[in-house]
């Protein structure tokens, strides 16, 4: 089993839909996670941040964790085309200073005009 | 946030020779990463890079396939030696924020090509 299973998409939605991003991890010394963004030929870049579980929005990014029941999640309100990006969840362990970040393979996500 | 200049940003080599690629950042760091992206694979680190240390390798990565060179703390080299279909990815250069740590910072890649 991986640490951190990703639906790999592709996820395709129309232009003002809201998206659901989702990730599992079976590694209950995860403390932090985080969603990038990446668009194509580039390099992933970081969306959001959380180390407690509850929600965090950021704009029409809200970032979603359940440690409970290890699930995370990233919901994008009013996609829009620029949205159209592969998100990747990732996470890491105790706070403060680097540790080692697991992430997942990625959703692929197209926002269609 | 950190700004990282990777290249080259793409290339394509033949099987058995070695690509170079460039890592250069724009404020000094103590940690410095390699990642690589293989298609429907997670990102996986492949090294970490410390200036006036040998590179600390992961499982299944080795210094013969991938030396890293980090002369000082604004620049480090990956090269990918005698190459095989298989080194066919994309190659990530990271760093962590400098405090506390957890967030990483990615240059946009290289996109190998091996034939």
């Known amino acids: 089993q991986k640490e951190v299973e990703q639906d790999p998409g592709p996820l395709s939605v129309p232009e003002g839909a809201i998206v659901s991003l989702n990730c599992t991890y079976s590694?209950?010394?995860?403390?932090?996670f985080m969603w990038y963004r990446q668009y194509s030929r580039k390099g992933p870049e970081l969306l959001m941040y959380t180390y407690s579980s509850g929600n965090k929005e950021d704009g029409r990014f809200t970032a979603q964790v359940d440690k409970s029941s290890k699930y995370i999640s990233l919901f994008i309100r009013d996609s829009q085309p620029s949205d159209s990006a592969t998100y990747l969840c990732?996470?890491?362990?105790?706070?403060?200073?680097?540790?080692?970040?697991?992430f997942g393979t990625g959703t692929k996500l197209q926002v269609i005009p | 946030s950190a700004v990282i200049s990777q290249k080259p940003s793409r290339d394509i080599c033949q099987r058995g020779t070695s690509l170079t690629i460039q890592c250069q950042v724009d404020?000094?760091?103590?940690?410095m990463f390699w990642y690589r992206q293989q298609p429907g694979q997670s990102l996986t680190l492949i090294a970490t890079?410390?200036?006036?240390?040998?590179?600390?390798?992961e499982s299944g990565f080795v210094i013969d396939k991938f030396p890293i060179s980090r002369p000082n703390l604004t620049f480090s080299t990956l090269t990918v030696s005698n190459m095989s279909p298989e080194d066919s990815s994309i190659y990530l250069c990271?760093?962590?924020?400098?405090?506390?740590?957890?967030?990483?910072?990615f240059g946009s890649g290289t996109q190998l090509s091996v034939l």
């Open positions: 404020s000094q760091v103590t940690m």
């Open positions: 590694n209950s010394a995860f403390q932090y």
């Open positions: 990732a996470m890491g362990g105790e706070p403060g200073g680097y540790q080692k970040v697991t």
């Open positions: 990271s760093v962590p924020e400098e405090a506390p740590g957890e967030k990483l910072f």
């Open positions: 890079a410390n200036q006036g240390s040998e590179a600390t390798y």
